[in-house]
């Protein structure tokens, strides 16, 4: 939902496209975007095949818990740290997009 004060009108959104910094931040936060994935992606299908076609984490960790269980939390650890990565980063990203629209509104005035 879009409160009053941060509505604006006339913008003409195709010649923002083709600012410059918009073009870097798209392809800043795309690579940014597409970095975390296959971190994500990868630590999380890696489970499965350590744990179906090899014995790494089948061995006793400590006591009678194995390397998986290790393995497994920190899969949850880590989902947390992306998304504090992931909000910290949004906001620059967010602060980035104000000024190219303060650019853009400075430029057709």
């Known amino acids: 939902m879009f409160m009053a004060g941060n509505i604006r009108e006339n913008i003409n959104y ?11 931040l798209t392809k800043k936060k795309n690579n940014f ?11 999380y299908l890696l489970l499965p095949i350590l ?22 939390a920190g899969l949850f650890i880590m989902t ?4 504090h990565l992931y909000v910290a980063k949004a ?12 650019e853009y509104e400075r430029g057709v005035n």
Request: hydrophobic fraction near 50%; charged fraction near 20%.
């Open 14 to 24: 195709d010649k923002i496209a083709e600012m410059e910094s918009f073009k870097q």
């Open 80 to 83: 947390w740290g992306l998304a």
């Open 91 to 102: 906001n620059s990203f967010d602060k980035e997009a104000k000024a190219i629209i303060e």
């Open 33 to 43: 975007l597409w970095t975390l994935t296959a971190i994500f992606l990868a630590a």
């Open 51 to 72: 744990t179906s076609f090899t014995e790494i984490l089948h061995h006793k960790a400590v006591g009678e818990i194995t390397w998986v269980w290790f393995y497994s």
